[in-house]
Structures are given as C-alpha cells and as structure tokens.
C-alpha cells in the first residue's frame, strides 16, 4: 500500500468533490495506492488557503503551476474552468504527471485535439470526467445490453436537462458566455458519452441547438441554452438526445431508454438507484417493467453498501473514479474514458454544431476512434 | 330528447367501441340527441348480422352503401379500413348524412384532401376520430398551457410507441403492408394531433423514417415501423415526435412533456388518470411535478363519477366523442376535429415522409390551418 | 338474445352508474339477456322523473314500491341509501324478483342479516356491489396468488383512504350520522371484501376506530372518520387495515399489498391499470417488481379493449357488475359476492367495532362461510 | 482545526461504514475536528490488521480494552454485536471517551438501561446509530410537520421491510437467534425512531410479532421475523408500524406517511432523494402530492452537491451523523439521538413485545422521555 500525492486545480463544486472522493476512496475500496491531499491550486493564494483547511490539504497555491511541478504531487487532477485545461495538460505533460481532467475535455475541439496529442505523445496517463456513467445502474445497463438481454438495439433515446436557467430573470453570469459553458459544452457531453458508452460510436447527426433566452438582465447570451440530435449509430440504430438547461421541473434528467427486440431499459438519474428493464419473455400477462434497486448484485455497489436498495449518491460517483484513475496510474495505462474518449464525445457535440449551423445530416469526424477503451 | 339512428360501417375494434359508446352516451351526459343503434355493416352479410346481435343494432347489412342510403339511418361512423373512407364519404355526402371517420382521414393525402373538400362542399357535419386527446388529463392539459400556467412554451416532446410489431417473429399481416397501416399512418397520427393542439400549428419538420424489421417470416415489410420528427411550431417553439410500433415493452405510450418558462407538464396515457405539473413557484424546497389525479374539478371527468382518482378508461374517451358528435350534429355545425383538422395531421406525416426521403428539412403545406377549430 | 326489464331504485351516484352500465353492458360483453331501462324510482316523482329523461329510463316513480310490483321490472337495483335496503329486499322477495343491492348490505348487521334470510329463504338471485374488486387487475390478482405464483402468504396490508372529509371545515350533513355512512361503514367493507377474496375468511381483529373531527360547523359528528385493524386470517396470515376518509391527498386510496414466500403484489386503485409484481426468482440483478399494465391477457379486459395498456375506468367496474347479475339471473343462482358475502364483510365490519370498544382481539362470527362463493 | 483520534470496534458492515465516514466527513463539512482513524479492533489480531489496511487505521488489535484504553483513541466507536455494547460502553465510561454505539442500543432492555445510566453518570458524550433518520428528505419532513406545513397530524404509518430472510430455504445463521438479531431488535429500532422524531412519543402499543419461517434447515428459529404494532401517540396521534424481514421484494423499504389536516408526506428510502408532499391549497385541480427531489434547498445536502436531484447515498447517512458526533465532542454535550433517545426506542420495542405475549394494548414506560432531545 503506497501513498500517492494528490494535487487538485480548482476548488469549487468538482474541486470539492475529488477532495472528498480522495480522502475516501481508499477505505471505500481498498485501493493499493492511498491518496495523500498534498496540495489545492485556486485563482489566488487566499482561496487555494480556504480551500485547503477545508478540504484537509498539506498545502495550498495560488498558482497551479507551482502545483503541477511541486515533486510531492505524483497525480494532477483538473477541476478549473475548461479554457485552463490545455495550458495545464502540456504542463502534466512536461512534469510526466498523470492528469485527469473534468468534462469537457477543452474549451473548443482545437483544444481538445490537442489535449489527446499531448497525454499520448506524453505517454501519459488521463482520465476524463464523466461521473454519471459511473453508477452501479450504469454499469449494470451497459452490462445488459452487452450480453444480449434485450436483444438487438432498434432506438436510443438520451436527455440531459436541467432547469438552472429556466427562469428568463436569472442573470447572464459567466453560463451565458463561452461554447464551453452553453448547453451544448457543458451538458451534453455527459449524455453523449452515455450514448457512446451503451450504444457504440455515432456516425452522423441531425442537430438544432438555439438560445431560449437571448437576453438576460439586458445581457445578449452569447451560447446556447437547449439542443438536440437525431442521431444514427455506426451498428445503424436510429436515436435521439435533448439536452438543456432550461427544462422547468428537471434538476438532473440525466436520463435514458434503449429498446431492443427483446427487451428494454429505462433509467433516470433523478432516482439513480433504480434500473428499469422490461424483458419480452414469459407469459404475457406478466410483462412488465421492473423497478430493479441497485444493491451488491451489480457492479461497484457492494464496497459501499453491504444492503441493497440502500442507494449510492453523487459523491459515490467521484469516488469510483478516483478508483479507477489510482488503478490506471498504478497500471501506467489509461482507462475508460481517457482524453481520446473525451474528444470522441466533443466530435459529436462539434458535428452537432455544424449541423445545426447548416440545417443538414452530419458526418461525425474519428467515428472509428468513438468507444474504443470501453470497459 | 329526440332519437337519432345511428349507422356504423365496420363491427370490429373501432366499430365495436362505436356501438358500446352510442349505446352509453345518452344515460352519461343526458345528451340532446339520443343515439338508436340502427345498422351495423361489415365485409359479409353474415358477419354484419353477428355484429349486430352482439352490439345490439336493429340491422345489418353486407354492403355499407344499403347503410349509407337507409333512410332510417340519420348519421355514419366509419370504422372500416382506410382505403374505404373517401367512397363512403362521397356517398355520405350524396346522402346528407353527418359523418364520423376514424383516423387516418384517407389511404393518402390525396384521399384525405378530397374528403375535406368533399365535406365541406356539402355542408357536411363532419368529425375525425382522435379519442386519446378526449381524456379529462389531455383537455385540462390544454387549459393549462392555454391560461399560462406554465408560461411561454420552450420545449414539446411526444411519443406514441406500442409494441405489438416488436417481434420480428410477428408475421406480415395487413399491418406490414400499405402508407396508412405502418407506423406512420397508424400511430403517428394521434400524437400528431395531440402537438398541434397542445402547441399549435407545426411550421417544418425534419423526420427520419424506417423499417426496422425489414422481413417478417420471408414477406418483405413495405411500410414503416418507427420514426421520428424534430419540429419547429409556427410560434417557435422547438419539438420532437418519436412514433413506433416496435418500442419493445410499451403497451400505450402515447406520452407528452410540455415545457414552459413557469412550469411543465408530463403525461403518459398508460397512466391516463394522472397529469403531472411543475410550477416554478413558492420555495424551492417544495418544488417538484405533482400528480395530479383526474376528478371533478377537471372537464368530462364528473359525468362518469363524482369521486376523484376513480379513473376513466378507452371506452370513456369514445363516449365523450360520442357526445360531440351528437351535439354537432344538433348544432348543425362540425366541432374539433374536423376533418380538416384531420388533413392537417396528415399535411404533417406527409411532410415527414418527404423530409425523411430527401433528408432536409421540410416546411408543411397549409400550415395556416392547423388547429384552426381548436376547441 | 332475451330483454330484461331492470328497476333501479335511486338516481344519484351509484344509481346514474348503474343506469349506464345496464345500457352499454350487452354491446360490451354480448349478453344472453339485454337490460331494458325500465323504471328508475327516487324519493319524489319529479327527482325520478328527472332521472328517467336524463338516463333514459323508460318509465319513473317516486315511490319504489311501486317499481318493486311493477310487472315489467322484471330485476331491482337498489342504490338509495343503507337505511331502505331491508325493506325494498322484502319487498323485492314478496315479488319474487332478483336483486343487486349496493354496500353495505343493510343500514346495521341485524339488517345485513335479515336481507341474507329473506333472499336466501325466497331462493331469489341476489348480489352485492363492490365495484373495486372488478377491475381486470384485482381478478388477475386473485389468479395469481390462487396459482402459487407468489408462493405461501405470509403478510396482507390493505387500505381504503380518502380525504373527502379531511378538511375540519366541511360541514356536518348526512355523511356524520349514521353508522352505516362513517368510515367503518362506509369505505371499510370495500377493502375488507378485497381482503376476503385474495387471502380468505378473517379468524380474529384487533381495531381501533376514532372520530378526528369530533365537530363539524359546531354539529358533533356522530360516526367515525377512520379506523384500523389489525387482523389474522384464517389460513393463519398476519395482516393490516387502515379506512380514513380523512386522509388528506388520497383520493381513491384503495390498494393492498400481499407477499409470499415466492413473491409480492401491489396494487394502488389511484392507478387501476397497473398491477405490480415480484418473482423471487431469476439472477438477483435482475429482480425487481414489475409494473404490469393490464390488457386483453387479464381478465374480463379484452371486451373494453383489444389493445394493451388503453385502460378501463370506474364506469367498466360496474359494467362488469351488471354481466354478473344478468349471467345470474340467467343461470337462476347467485354469482360471487351475493348478499351472504356482504354479510361476511358486515361481521368484520362489527367484529372490529366491539374489538375498537372493548380494547381487546376479537373473534369474527360465522366465519367459516366468509368467502364462500368466491369465484 | 484539531484532529481527533478515532477508534473503532469492529471492521464488518457498519465497522467499515464508520471509517469511510471519518475519513471523508472532515472534507465535506469543514469540521473544526479531524478525525484520524487510529485504531480498528476486531475478535482476532489477524482480521484487525486486515481492516486497517483496508480502511486506512494507523494501528489495530485483537482486543477491543486496548482500543479502549489506548491513550491515543480519543473517541470510540461501536460497531460490535449487541452483546458486546454494554461492557465496552463501561470501559469507554471508565476512560471518559466519547462514544457512539450502533443500534439496538443493548442486546436487553436492561443492557439499554445500564448503558444510558452509564453515560450519564459518567457525563460521557453519547450517541446511538440512526442513521436513516440522517437523510436531507428526513431532516425536511421533520421541518415541514414542525412548520405546521402538513397541519395538525391525525395518522402516522411507518415501515421497515426487507426481504433477507424471505426464502425459507436460507439457513439459520446468527440472525436466527437473540432477541437483538431478530426484526424487533435489528430493523424495528430504525422506523420506531423515525416515530418519534417525526411525532413524538409513544404511549401506548398494541403489538403482534411472529416468526414466519419457525425452521430453517432443521434448526429452530428463536427470533422474530416480522411483527406489527398499532400505536397512540403521546399527542393523540394514531398510528401504525410494521417490520419484516421476510418481506419479499422489499430492499430497504424504511418508509412513512403522515397525514395532517393541511396536508401529507409520503417517503420512501428505496428512493432516499425524493420527497412527496401533499398541500391542501391551491384550486382543486391542480393539487397532488409532489415528488421533491433534495438538493442545496434541504438540510445537509449542499455539502455533498451543489446541483438538486443529484443526490445523497447511504455511506452520505453516516457521514452526516460523524459530523454530529464530533460537534458534540467539540461542544462536550451529547446530540440527537443520544443513548437516552436509544432507550427511549428500546423501551417502545420493549411494550410491543409484552403486548404481542399478553395480546393487550400496553403502555410504553418513560414515555415522558421520548424524542425529549430532538433537535
């Protein structure tokens, strides 16, 4: 059981999070490599201060560049805003630090290609962050569809909607500015990634994507608010995914359906320790969608609770990635999704963007590439 | 309280809940006119006669032109097959005679256009039949959006999924053959209906359309399974539309979302006593959709039962066309759906079919129209 | 296909459902003998003559004796209130004609009693109405658990809730008088009857009942507003009651959960198309309870509807009532439940009241014939 | 910010459960405490070790008196059989450390006595393990029936299922045996604490509990599988609890509503995120119960999220009540639940099995006590 030395950039909502999951995933999971918090990075020395008596961290910048090159820090965690994430990634590089970065991979695909030439010319390990797939009822879904329990897939049907930007009088802050941080950059990778996860790479896209609210406070909205793509899956199946961000009513529709010829799967996120699956088997007077309640019988589920339908949460998530990212380090070899996954991911929300831009059917770039360290 | 003879032209599905609403419609809403099931007619003389002993007409008739012309009889459903319709509409026409024609309106858009300008030359009364848009959850759903409840409209998803094709085992039956009985012309008619008078008239559409199981037990498939619409409405709200009739473990997913800027609705007409709403209002710890059980306190629930959460069923939604029917035809006016609130529903297939063909987005004909007797 | 001239003594409620569903019962399920509305009675002849133009009634009188001896009343449906139950039975001996009466058999159990021995002394055909235990999903219910597939029983928790007088400010009108229009009399023998038909006859109860409201507008209710009991069947099953009509949000509250050693039943009436269903079998991650929307493979739902998951409402309930009482007629022998098993119903209903008084377990008589003609 | 040297006894479930939350709660709360998991003791050396490298303890024994005893432990946690909790309790009394012990409190009503006695005199920071009770929905529904939201409440009904002893082919281990191990003492606790917190004290109980399953692989079973009390709350409340282990298909259904004459909350731990509300407000139509889903709005759940509806799991339960214990050492006061609020939940299990022997409505003694320390 070695120690390793964490260094995290960014200390709010995700920053926090991999703090949390870092000082828990050890126990949870009996991991061979125990993180050690050495050091929190934030936009001044003051913050990175709170932030580190508050998460427990040995020491604290105010410059992340002092943290990628302290030697203590073995692995770099990105939790900053996405226009940081290249300049930070060639800086892992050059240091030869494992880095694992938050959704989305850049703050434009440019810096998304890059960031992948960099990790792989680098030799490096990388992670991307999508936590959502993470779930036990995630694992368990790709789980069914791999092993044929619902038959041949005929349809896929994604959403990721949310409604903090319903209200027209909420104020045009730094979500109503940059690609990155529209809809389309900040929640439509976590359902294209799913798609991608449970489905198998997307070949072309029929996108709309459009600003519902295009001024705030007398503030023009320069990104987007709600998209969505019909899409058609390289293996031919026909899907769907909306995504936005002024959904009144959805705090975390992070929800899909996938139908096959012999069954089909529903979950949402908004109850994610269920799994819904309906198999055409059986006498007919008995079908029926079952409410399956996550327990030790699907994956990741037993190192946090021994009971089923006792529920795993969002922090949970983290912690399985941090997992996964201390095994890949261990390993010297990345694992699903690493940065490549991640630019898969941003080549459909690319595509989708000329398409909606064009009003036609779009090739997604790389398609062969999508998918292809899924676990 | 006059009687008036009523005439139905098919003694099957549709035919039967005809014949079992006439025969109710009277003792439920004490209508004006008081239906006597008069003449039944089917493909044989025979099995016109079974009908009418089971339904308990007075006669029956192998030939639906004896029907059409019998004196006795003042007014005509139609329940047969589609390809049927424009025929008996000229010789209803011919007759005077009100008429009520199930979906689709016709075989094709040709059929379903002549029989609007046939209609409507004659002065005819005149109704389509889109029952699942009668429920008391579908019309106060209506109210709803119609008072602002849930504010300016921003997003429209719907559904109408089934199952019953989704075994590729399923042999080609009549199903698997002709425009107006694939997935296009049978299911997505209703959902169609109920977009345009949830939101209004639909101004383009971008659809993609196709056959899922392309064989069934060795006989080529020649209309379609599934399908989906991405729709832009006349007052700019974005939607999307999936039909399919090999949506593996979906019985009637004839299923909406609604949302507005103040709120948002769900329904789902497996569950059709229940209408879910959000309203973005009071704190936001007691935020969240209620269920809201059908009752008195919402249109046509009270005549079928003066406790709330008791439920409607299919056979009520037939009884409450029944009665618009009879009041149309005491009015001498023709109430919604008309049958030109029935050829705008067809505009909008046929632009998806053309739109699915040439991959581009299409604008609907007549799209002036749509909605225009939305009650 | 013989006529049959049906009496229905009451016009409100119950009265208008039964009318209704005398007019569309033979068009739905093909009846040997088809219902003619013959006579309705209320309290005055303008209120019954009201009634007969509303429902269709041929003829109307305000005094029910007379539609009792009325030569052409060939069946009498009784639906006034509790306290006229006893003596339009004798009077419907006296004339030897079949009878429905609705709950409660009679205004007290000394009534309940002395219907069952002038009906069974006049061998008349007899039946009592309890609605909810019609519905496609209650008689699939039963199948199941009498086909072993939840295994042994081993728990029965029912509920018959509404919150029609849960506001302290309604006013004090008929429904606070009277034992017979409390709670216990009014809702408890519903669930109680469902109890009897899925687990058998109830050995020993241990109650509580209690007034919440002890005053309404300044009048002091005199019946009760809810009640429990605890109960053990006589096949040795544990099991739980709970009737309100105070039960602030439940509206149609009438559901019950049973469990075996192989599996688990749940069913909410707020949701009458849906059955759910565990089978503790299969791998464990794929257990869960299913939904099971009914359709033409339960029972008694295909004459509503050939297509799965369309749904039957609480006017079908009552329709299939009326096939029972005419297939009883017809057959010349009561069907399930005839006035012995509302007796059944009332002897749990009084059992539960002394057990309430008394504070201690109490014995239910006659319990060897609870359930006795379950079909 | 001090740290604080933890010591826990036991590594299973709730052992490993404990760790977990210690190591994370400092970060996710901002403790001015930091727990530094010191020590883990365990029936033997060799499994001791194998928690600690598991879980990430500095040290670990054999014997749980040098955990107790040793200089470095400052706080004790107790995660051992029932059995065990008095004696350690009084070596933790004797070295004045805190103590936070697992429910049931003690393996008797007289160990549960001693132990509060204990504490008490020794003036020994104490708390019992409720963790269920810990959830940001629990913590709501405790404000909301506070804030007099749901009105005076007139019924309370309570569940603590699972299905783990529902196969009677499952063999007789430890959970066969001692009062401790059965439902009364393993699952009860849980819910009757949720009683009282959410109502208030417990007068009097009529109970009946049972062994379902009397052998299991020829081995007598000497514990209870299920049981059921009807209860009067100290406020006039009527209520009912039931608990099974052999409730097949239930994973974790800790479950309640309460009923108020303003409206009602319905919660379900199989789905901890969501909360229903009903409020008798607003026009009749629109009313419903409201499916809420906790987020930054509801008590405890920010720390963990900042976005609503992403939800907590059950290891964020414990975390929460480590932070409420070491707030009570900081403060050297003990919090809710303390060992005495055990008691008091003891002493309700305690009438419920007197009143199942002697079949009678008994009162619960020190009732005066009950949910006296509810914060």
Redesign the interface.
């Known amino acids: 059981?070695a120690e390793i030395g964490i260094g995290i950039i960014g200390g709010g909502?995700m920053g926090?999070?991999h703090?949390?999951a870092m000082?828990?995933v050890?126990?949870?999971f009996?991991t061979a490599l125990?993180p050690r918090?050495e050091m929190v990075a934030a936009s001044s020395d003051a913050s990175a201060a709170r932030y580190a008596?508050?998460?427990?961290f040995a020491r604290s910048t105010g410059d992340w560049k002092q943290l990628v090159e302290d030697p203590a820090v073995e692995a770099v965690v990105i939790a900053s805003p996405p226009e940081t994430h290249l300049e930070i990634t060639r800086a892992a590089a050059a240091a030869g630090k494992p880095v694992f970065c938050e959704k989305p991979l850049g703050a434009s695909i440019a810096d998304a290609q890059e960031m992948v030439g960099v990790v792989e010319a680098a030799g490096l390990v990388n992670m991307i962050g999508f936590n959502y797939i993470r779930t036990p009822a995630a694992r368990?879904a790709r789980q069914l569809i791999a092993d044929g329990?619902?038959?041949d897939l005929?349809?896929f049907?994604g959403e990721h909607t949310?409604?903090?930007y319903?209200?027209?009088q909420e104020p045009a802050t730094w979500r109503a500015h940059g690609a990155a941080n529209g809809c389309m950059g900040d929640l439509a990778p976590h359902m294209i990634n799913a798609a991608l996860a449970l489905i198998g790479p997307i070949g072309s896209v029929?996108a709309?994507i459009?600003t519902?609210h295009e001024s705030r406070g007398g503030v023009a909205v320069t990104n987007d608010d709600?998209g969505?793509i019909?899409c058609?899956f390289a293996n031919g199946v026909?899907g769907?995914m909306?995504f936005?961000r002024?959904?009144?009513?959805?705090?975390?529709?992070y929800l899909y359906e996938v139908?096959?010829?012999?069954?089909?799967i529903r979950f949402n996120?908004?109850?994610?320790?269920?799994i819904?699956?309906?198999?055409?088997e059986g006498?007919?007077?008995?079908?029926?969608?079952?409410?399956?309640?996550t327990?030790p019988?699907?994956p990741d589920y037993e190192p946090?609770?021994?009971?089923?339908?006792?529920?795993?949460?969002?922090?949970?998530q983290i912690i399985i990635e941090a997992r996964d990212f201390l095994a890949a380090i261990e390993a010297g070899k990345s694992l699903w999704p690493s940065f490549r996954d991640g630019l898969d991911v941003s080549q459909v929300v690319e595509a989708a963007r000329r398409s909606s831009a064009e009003?036609?059917?779009t090739q997604v770039e790389t398609r062969q590439r999508q998918g292809s360290t899924r676990s």
């Open positions: 059981m909502y926090k999070a703090a949390v000082s828990a050890g126990a949870v009996n125990r918090l008596q508050a998460f427990g368990f329990v619902i038959g005929t349809w049907r949310e409604d903090f319903a209200d027209p029929m709309e459009e519902v709600q969505q019909m058609r026909m769907h909306f936005s002024t959904a009144t009513g959805r705090k975390m529709g139908t096959g010829t012999k069954g089909a996120q908004e109850d994610q320790n269920s819904w699956l309906y198999k055409a006498p007919e007077a008995e079908r029926g969608f079952r409410q399956i309640l327990g019988a699907h946090f609770c021994l009971g089923p339908g006792h529920g795993t949460g969002y922090q949970d009003r036609i059917w």
